[in-house]
């Protein structure tokens, strides 16, 4: 998939909220995406900090993006697992969050995904299984 078919997919495929959030593509490779989550306020609680939600649904759709990606466009699919560890909180600056396939079965899909900071540092990290549902 091109740079145009991601933004596509953002656009089109997933829930308004989660179109929302701005991600775009920064990078891709065969079986990897990173996209970049913009700063934005409405995204912060009282504390000043990235809601956890935000970080485990930009990396949800990340993997979504990474998976639909390396088959070549999108296919039905569901999330299966999503375990998220929260490192250190992020209080401005924009995030870059890199989905990348671990293993891809005939109907489940493991990844891993890395949430960095602007600085580089590693901010959250998550885990997925994915089912292809077709």
Do not use: Y
Request: glycine share 8%.
């Amino acid at each position: 998939m091109d740079e145009s078919t991601i933004r596509a997919l953002l656009d089109t495929t997933f829930a308004p909220w989660i179109r929302d959030l701005g991600l775009a593509l920064e990078s891709s490779t065969d079986t990897s995406v990173t996209l970049r989550l913009p700063h934005a306020d409405k995204l912060r609680h009282a504390g000043g900090v990235i809601c956890g939600q935000v970080f485990m649904a930009a990396a949800d759709t990340a993997m979504i993006v990474a998976i639909s990606h390396a088959l070549g466009g999108f296919q039905p699919m569901t999330t299966v697992s999503l375990t998220t560890s929260f490192l250190r909180p992020v209080k401005a600056g924009d995030v870059l969050v890199s989905a990348s396939i671990l293993r891809r079965g005939r109907n489940l899909i493991f990844g891993d995904i890395e949430l960095h900071d602007e600085a580089g540092a590693l901010a959250a990290h998550a885990t997925t299984t994915v089912m292809l549902l077709a």
